[in-house]
């Protein structure tokens, strides 16, 4: 198997050499960790509960009280990033997992199926990426609620086709290889084929498809924000965090300058990383 392509582990190696070799991707990596480290751990390290108000300290400039300074109902701006941020990531990470889940098996499913199946089952694809994406999320979240559960499974059901399209993809270039061919002679059944030699061999574009849509998804979890979709007050994330701090711009900058610079941050070491992952695959 080995000689005709990469396994999961060894393309998880590879994509490790790739980040550790570049300083900037390595710094960004680590960057990633630690930001995730802490956010997770908010409930120790915030100096303020994140729904802590403080109406005489609204809109208050950063001091050595406020680092970060106060929102408009005096809530503690770096106690809400660190909260936000644990929303963020969760976003990001569960509605790509979601989307792992629908689209690898889709992918699977289709590319070994073949001819018409495969064909019906890739129109269906093509229709649905027709589809207005910010738009089927508003509808699934009307229909369902605005849950936090309910956010990283609509988020997560419009991002799976463009892992269908890979997984499958990959799948129709791996059952035509000998391995695979030499497992049909021997008579292993479709699903074993599919979870013993080809889901190990996809693992690679699998790895860089997964690193590129949790930036994604958290881009489109703030763009909800800002449409009173997003997480409900006064729970916070980075996107409700920067939908709030524009609407007081003028008179309370810190309010925006602070959560769009960690969120920020945050987009451009995920894209940094994805692009390393996808420089082990060349």
């Not at 701006?77 to 990470?93: E, K, M, Q, W």
């Not at 810190?254 to 769009?260: G, K, R, S």
Request: hydrophobic share 55%.
């Amino acid at each position: 198997m080995k000689t005709w392509c990469k396994s999961a582990e060894t393309a998880f190696s590879s994509a490790l050499r790739n980040i550790s070799r570049d300083k900037t991707t390595f710094a960004c990596a680590a960057f990633l960790v630690l930001s995730v480290a802490i956010c997770f751990c908010a409930p120790v390290l915030a100096p303020y509960p994140y729904d802590e108000q403080n109406l005489a300290m609204g809109c208050a400039a950063p001091s050595a009280e406020h680092l970060f300074g106060t929102d408009m109902l005096g809530r503690d701006i770096l106690s809400r990033i660190l909260y936000g941020g644990r929303i963020s990531f969760a976003v990001g990470l569960l509605a790509t997992g979601v989307a792992m889940l629908i689209g690898v098996s889709y992918g699977l499913v289709s590319g070994m199926a073949g001819g018409r199946i495969d064909a019906l089952m890739m129109r269906f694809v093509d229709t649905v990426y027709s589809l207005p994406f910010t738009i089927f999320v508003i509808l699934l979240m009307l229909a369902f609620g605005r849950s936090i559960w309910l956010i990283f499974v609509a988020i997560g059901a419009v991002e799976w086709l463009t892992m269908a399209r890979i997984v499958r993809g990959a799948t129709l270039d791996l059952k035509s290889r000998q391995f695979v061919e030499a497992a049909v002679a021997l008579g292993q059944s479709k699903t074993n084929i599919m979870l013993r030699h080809i889901l190990p061999n996809a693992a690679g574009p699998i790895l860089v498809c997964a690193a590129l849509t949790v930036p994604s998804v958290m881009l489109l979890e703030a763009f909800l924000s800002f449409l009173g979709l997003g997480v409900q007050a006064p729970l916070p994330s980075w996107g409700s965090l920067v939908k709030d701090g524009a609407e007081y711009m003028e008179d309370a900058p810190w309010m925006l300058v602070f959560p769009a610079f960690f969120f920020s941050l945050t987009l451009y070491a995920l894209n940094r990383i994805g692009e390393a992952l996808s420089g082990s695959l060349k």
